[in-house]
T-cell receptor, first 116, second 117 residues
């Protein structure tokens, strides 16, 4: 069964500094990987995805993520953090095994605090 | 193209009553997910459906919970005889049936916040 881990409950970064939110995954087939962001009392908003191709994927609001197959990681990054980036971030994985269409599993989330 | 629509946004039920949560997927999407989120916790997978078929219900509690996605109309998550522990935010997401590099991410609704009193 697939699983995803976000080892940090909270990450604090000063505004203007680069940020990284960590994610590792486990699948039996090929992974489809996603990052979502959740603002208070809202649903999840899609940020970016890795399906195939370039290991570095770019998404919304200046975010990017790097797929590392050997380390089974998909860390979210941004070169320069904004206070408005403060939110709850979720990593998710879909285990694509052949033609089987499997569910999407989410990590427990990492709360990102950008300090002015 | 309207997004995923969930209603009601807020639902209050007394212990022992039934809760019905509705989800209309995005146009053209044939797959629906339900997740539960408790305060300060992550998203717990509950069930994955396509029209008239349950693909995976491994996250559904064995009793009192059921879900359907009929040929016509919204997907319904039904909780019978609610208890205080059912209080949570319930999120629905939809996706097109997609593999092979096509759009496979799920798009989320705003959620239904269930409070059991």
């Amino acid at each position: 069964a697939q699983s995803v881990a976000q080892p940090e409950d909270q990450v604090n970064v000063a505004e203007g500094n680069p940020l990284t939110v960590k994610c590792t995954y486990s699948v039996s087939g090929n992974p489809y990987l996603f990052w979502y962001v959740q603002y208070p009392n809202r649903g999840l908003q899609f940020l970016l995805k890795y399906i195939t191709g370039d290991n570095l994927v770019k998404g919304s609001y200046g975010f990017e993520a790097e797929f590392n197959k050997s380390q089974t990681s998909f860390h979210l990054k941004k070169p320069s953090a904004l206070v408005s980036d403060s939110a709850l971030y979720f990593c998710a994985v879909r285990d694509m095994r052949g033609n089987r269409d499997d569910k999407i599993i989410f990590g427990k989330g990492t709360r990102l605090h950008i300090l002015p | 193209n309207a997004g995923v629509m969930q209603n009601p946004r807020h639902l209050v039920r007394r212990r022992g009553q039934e809760a019905r949560l509705r989800c209309s997927p995005m146009k053209g999407h044939s797959h629906v997910y339900w997740y539960r989120q408790l305060p300060e916790e992550g998203l717990k997978f509950m069930v994955y459906l396509q029209k008239e078929n349950i693909i995976d219900e491994s996250g559904m509690p064995k009793e009192r919970f059921s879900a359907e996605f009929p040929k016509e109309g919204p997907s319904i998550l039904r909780i019978q005889q609610v208890v205080r522990g059912d209080s949570a935010a319930y999120f629905c997401a939809s996706s097109p049936y997609g593999t092979g590099g096509k759009s496979t991410e799920a798009f989320f609704g705003q959620g239904t916040r269930l409070t059991v009193v």
